[in-house]
T-cell receptor, first 113, second 114 residues
Framework: DSGVTQTPKHLITATGQRVTLRCSPRSGDLSVYWYQQSLDQGLQFLIQYYNGEERAKGNILERFSAQQFPDLHSELNLSSLELGDSALYFC????????????FGPGTRLTVL | DQQVKQNSPSLSVQEGRISILNCDYTNSMFDYFLWYKKYPAEGPTFLISISSIKDKNEDGRFTVFLNKSAKHLSLHIVPSQPGDSAVYFCAASASQTGANNLFFGTGTRLTVIP
């Protein structure tokens, strides 16, 4: 158990809908990262927050947004969903910037029908 | 553009022997490298890391070697155990860019045969 929690574990929805994925980082960790893993692919970085502020952006679509709240939990919002958005979405956390390992949650499997 | 590559999608090894997983990268800004292990339906689990100022880091049965001139790293598992069967991901970050998001390879599925 990494200490990072993600809810829900599974999510099935229809095209055009909007969903929110939630992540609680390990106790004391200030950075939260979101990654997407599509079928047979490696994890692709989406976005990072550090202590409530956006710190880095990867290949995140404009239909996707995220935020980190004062209690350090984070939410990833996916809107106007398309079939291709079906993937595993992982949240990771680390204490600080720099040479730090990231600890991953169990992921949310999103299926768009 | 895949900046971290794991060219072997799978590897089978007998129990007790050495497992060697390889990883190549293209971005010379990468200065921190990590290996993660992933079981089905779980998130990646951190295994071992190495900074670019070192060429070797060891933790129990796991050793990571870094060859900066070749932009290559490898993970050695000795001796291999059936519980090591999983997908292994190589990852890299470029801390000097101000962000430490990870760039992942596509993974190597290791099967340790009892």
């Amino acid at each position: 158990d990494s200490g990072v929690t993600q809810t829900p574990k599974h999510l099935i929805t229809a095209t055009g809908q909007r969903v929110t994925l939630r992540c609680s980082p390990r106790s004391g960790d200030l950075s939260v990262y979101w990654y997407q893993q599509s079928l047979d692919q490696g994890l692709q970085f989406l976005i990072q927050y550090y202590n409530g502020e956006e710190r880095a952006k990867g290949n995140i679509l404009e239909r996707f947004s995220a935020q980190q709240f004062p209690d350090l939990h984070s939410e990833l919002n996916l809107s106007s969903l398309e079939l291709g958005d079906s993937a595993l979405y992982f949240c990771a956390s680390s204490f600080r910037q720099g040479y730090n390992e990231q600890f991953f949650g169990p992921g949310t499997r999103l299926t768009v029908l | 553009d895949q900046q971290v590559k794991q060219n072997s999608p799978s590897l089978s090894v007998q129990e007790g022997r050495i497992s060697i997983l390889n990883c190549d990268y293209t971005n010379s800004m990468f200065d921190y490298f990590l290996w993660y292990k992933k079981y089905p339906a779980e998130g990646p689990t951190f295994l071992i890391s190495i900074s670019s100022i070192k060429d070797k880091n060891e933790d129990g049965r796991f050793t990571v070697f870094l060859n900066k001139s070749a932009k290559h790293l490898s993970l050695h598992i000795v001796p291999s155990q059936p519980g090591d069967s999983a997908v292994y991901f190589c990852a890299a970050s470029a801390s000097q860019t101000g962000a430490n998001n990870l760039f992942f390879g596509t993974g190597t599925r290791l099967t340790v045969i009892p």
